[in-house]
């Protein structure tokens, strides 16, 4: 028996649904791909100014964009929380195309504010927590079935102790490979 498909999405939706739109057929979530597959490839990488830093300062993207692509079909993650994402991981290719350190946004910031140093790395890290609690809170809720409750603080946790973790890594990092 052939599988019957919805008609194509056309509606972002910002809450979640128990059924699954198969990705060809959420407009929303195929247009955000290919907007920041263009983003990617075409400006991020166009004009580098580092490659072994933009290729190791990617390597998160290329896990959060696995681990998308694979839990797609099962997980019921609403629009809205991959928009978030997307942006999310938007902004942290702006910062590895540019080394957080000189990224041009921070820089103008620094002179703006006449701090000593570029901000650009406190803002993404700022947007971990803020741009990634609502679609952890979907994840926690719809991926494996917790309370509201424990939905809506557990992002909070999850979000300090990635970064903690995060920090470490990238110390780690730093330190083996540009002592």
């Known amino acids: 028996m052939a599988k019957h498909h919805p008609a194509p999405s056309l509606r972002f939706c910002t809450a979640s649904d128990a059924r699954r739109v198969p990705f060809l057929h959420n407009a929303p979530l195929v247009g955000i791909t290919f907007a920041f597959a263009a983003l990617w ?8 100014s580092d490659m072994t830093n933009w290729t190791m300062e990617n390597h998160p993207v290329f896990v959060f964009l696995l681990a998308a692509v694979l839990t797609y079909p099962r997980l019921k993650l609403s629009d809205l ?28 910031l620094k002179d703006l504010f006449h701090a000593k140093r570029n901000f650009y790395d406190r803002i993404v890290h700022f947007s971990f927590g803020f ?49």
């Open 41 to 48: 490839v075409y400006w991020t990488l166009a004009d580098v």
């Open 81 to 108: 929380s991959y928009l978030l994402l997307a942006f999310f991981l938007a902004m942290h290719l702006y910062g590895a195309m540019h080394v957080y350190a000189n990224n041009p946004l921070g820089n103008w």
């Open 131 to 179: 741009l990634l609690g609502y679609p952890m809170r979907d994840l926690l809720m719809n991926g494996f079935g917790w309370t509201r409750r424990q939905s809506l603080w557990m992002p909070v946790v999850f979000s300090l102790a990635f970064g903690a973790l995060y920090e470490i890594i990238e110390w780690a990092m730093v330190a083996l490979f540009f002592p």
